[in-house]
């Protein structure tokens, strides 16, 4: 019988936990990377979302927003309501734990930079949370 819940586990204190990416030293515990709870985990996986591409996660490929392909494109209405189309359809998929209430885009068009600005409402707690991220073209 197949497993078809795809709801997040909590621990027993009822919180969301993550590794941290950067795997700092915890320092509560020897020999041990740094855990990220509640909203910085679930921060921390909407900007994984958001910086990863499409095939870039093993067995996964339509995971991630797909950002980085709309870098060479000029950010006008139609540009920003594909980007924005995007990262709601990838959010829904794969971070069932927020809803999307704002998505703000601000080009710098002379360093080839897009900033982005969610406003997310974490569904457990009902709480509003601001994230920020931006893509870049390098050479």
């Known amino acids: 019988m197949a497993i078809t819940d795809t709801s997040y586990i909590v621990n027993a204190r009822g919180e969301y936990s993550d590794l941290e990416f950067a795997f700092t030293a915890n320092p509560n ?15 921390q ?4 979302i958001l ?13 991630g927003a797909n950002l980085r ?8 209405d139609i540009t920003a309501a594909n980007m924005a189309s995007d990262i709601e359809n990838a ?3 794969d ?3 927020v809803e999307i209430i704002n998505i703000r885009f601000k080009a710098k068009p002379d360093h080839n930079e897009v900033y982005i600005t ?3 409402k974490i569904l457990s707690t ?7 991220s931006s893509i870049e073209r390098l050479r």
């Open 29 to 43: 515990i020897e020999l041990d990377v740094a855990v990220l709870t509640n909203n910085l985990a679930i921060r």
């Open 45 to 48: 996986s909407v900007l994984n």
């Open 51 to 63: 910086r990863t591409n499409h095939g870039e996660k093993p067995f996964d490929p339509e995971f």
């Open 69 to 76: 392909s709309y870098l060479f494109e000029n950010l006008d």
């Open 91 to 93: 959010i829904k998929r």
């Open 95 to 97: 971070e069932p734990r």
């Open 118 to 120: 969610l406003t997310i």
């Open 126 to 132: 009902q709480q509003l949370l601001d994230i920020e």
